[in-house]
């Protein structure tokens, strides 16, 4: 079974730059795609990036051309780096994993497995 650990998570200030760290382990297997996910309170979990094996990447408009997503595979590990972050990217960060060749940050749903969460704090 696949397990996914995020990390890399902290408090930092307006325009900061933070990179987040996703450790695959378990069962892993080159047609998985990736993504990741965020949750602020009172909000539901919205995508903010995706990664098809291809290394296609895609990006919601509020985060597009700040963050940006690799991965490792040598080292089974997904990156989210967040440049200029901003106040209201303050949420929990997911890595996701989906069984396929793409994935769509709009679709949590399709998401087969979830780490555990990292928080993200900015401030001004």
């Known amino acids: 079974q696949m397990r996914l650990v995020g990390s890399g998570g902290g408090s930092v200030q307006v325009g900061d730059t933070l990179e987040l760290t996703c450790t695959v382990s378990?069962?892993?297997?080159?047609?998985?795609?990736m993504g990741w996910f965020r949750q602020a309170p009172e909000k539901e979990r919205e995508g903010v990036a995706s990664?098809?094996?291809?290394?296609?990447?895609t990006y919601p408009d509020s985060v597009s051309g700040r963050f940006f997503v690799t991965k490792d595979s040598r080292k089974h590990t997904l990156y989210l780096r967040m440049r200029d972050l901003q106040l209201e990217d303050t949420a929990v960060y997911y890595c996701?994993?989906?069984?396929?060749?793409?994935?769509?940050?709009?679709?949590?749903?399709?998401?087969?497995?979830w780490g555990q969460g990292t928080q993200v704090t900015v401030s001004s």
């Open positions: 378990g069962y892993t297997a080159d047609n998985y795609c």
């Open positions: 996701a994993a989906k069984k396929g060749t793409t994935c769509w940050f709009t679709r949590p749903y399709e998401y087969t497995s």
């Open positions: 990664l098809d094996t291809d290394g296609t990447r």
